[in-house]
Nanobody, 123 residues
Framework: QVQLVESGGGLVQAGGSLRLSCAASGRTFSSHAMGWFRQAPGKEREFVAA????????YYADSVKGRFTISRDNAKNTVYLQMNSLKPEDTAVYYC????????????????WGQGTQVTVSS
C-alpha cells in the first residue's frame, strides 16, 4: 500500500480553476493506477477520473469530461487533477486512491485512500 495526501482544494467561483495534488509515499507509486473520487454532502462517493500506472491511459466520468484532466509525475510520486470551468455541482470532498496494477473497475478495488480535500464552487 501507499500513503496518500491530497492538497489544493479551496473555494473558487463558478467558471474558475483549481489543481489538486496527491502526494504518495513509498517506492511502488509507479506500479499503481491512481484515481480521483468525490463525495458531496448527502450523496454517495462517485468516480471522477483515473490514470494507469504509466500515464498512457486516462478515464473520466461523463460529468467532468472535457473540463478535468488527470496526470501524474512518477518521479515526484504525485498525481494531479486539473479542474477547469468549475460548476457549483462540482462542490465535494475530493479523494485520491491507489490500486496496484491496472486501473480498477470499481472503487472497492482501490486499496489506499487519502483523507480528502474540500472543493467548494460558488455560483
Amino acid at each position: 500500500q501507499v500513503q496518500l495526501v491530497e492538497s489544493g482544494g479551496g473555494l473558487v467561483q463558478a467558471g474558475g480553476s483549481l489543481r489538486l495534488s496527491c502526494a504518495a509515499s513509498g517506492r511502488t507509486f509507479s506500479s499503481h493506477a491512481m484515481g480521483w473520487f468525490r463525495q458531496a454532502p448527502g450523496k454517495e462517493r462517485e468516480f471522477v477520473a483515473a490514470i494507469s500506472w504509466s500515464g498512457a491511459s486516462t478515464y473520466y466520468a461523463d460529468s467532468v469530461k472535457g473540463r478535468f484532466t488527470i496526470s501524474r509525475d512518477n518521479a515526484k510520486n504525485t498525481v494531479y487533477l486539473q479542474m477547469n470551468s468549475l460548476k457549483p455541482e462540482d462542490t465535494a470532498v475530493y479523494y485520491c486512491a491507489a490500486a496496484f496494477g491496472v486501473v480498477p473497475g470499481t472503487a472497492d478495488e482501490y486499496d489506499s485512500w487519502g483523507q480528502g480535500t474540500q472543493v467548494t464552487v460558488s455560483s
